[in-house]
């Protein structure tokens, strides 16, 4: 059993900042890339940002120069800081692992979600 669990969403003004956090526990023997995506109502989930095991980073063209995925491997933590939010911003971010469990299964696994709203 591995959970996925997220914190850090809220409302914020345009232009300011949010960081997410995602923690992964349970049955971990090795966490591969860690991401998240998003989602704004009546929408398809679209990629944000991921970073695998080696420490590289991708991001969507929409959020480069404004946010910055991090990870902690002792922690099997992932962070998101968010600067400069717009409000095209606004979704649902989630959080997704890609990992070996202890029973050597390689499967991708997802957060519930958290919300981010970009308003005035």
């Known amino acids: 059993q591995v959970q996925l669990v997220e914190s850090g969403g809220g409302l914020v003004q345009p232009g300011g900042s949010l960081r997410l956090s995602c923690a992964a526990s349970?049955?971990?023997?090795?966490?591969?890339?860690m991401g998240w995506y998003r989602q704004a109502p009546g929408e398809e989930r679209e990629f944000v940002a991921t970073?695998?095991?080696?420490?590289?980073?991708y991001y969507a063209d929409s959020v480069k120069g404004r946010f910055t995925i991090s990870r902690d491997n002792a922690r099997n933590t992932v962070h998101l800081q968010m600067t400069s939010l717009k409000p095209e911003d606004t979704a649902v971010y989630y959080c997704?692992?890609?990992?070996?469990?202890?029973?050597?299964?390689?499967?991708?696994?997802w957060g519930q979600g958290t919300q981010v709203t970009v308003s005035s």
């Open positions: 349970g049955s971990i023997f090795r966490v591969n890339a």
């Open positions: 997704k692992a890609r990992l070996t469990s202890r029973t050597w299964q390689l499967n991708d696994y």
């Open positions: 970073i695998d095991s080696g420490g590289s980073t």
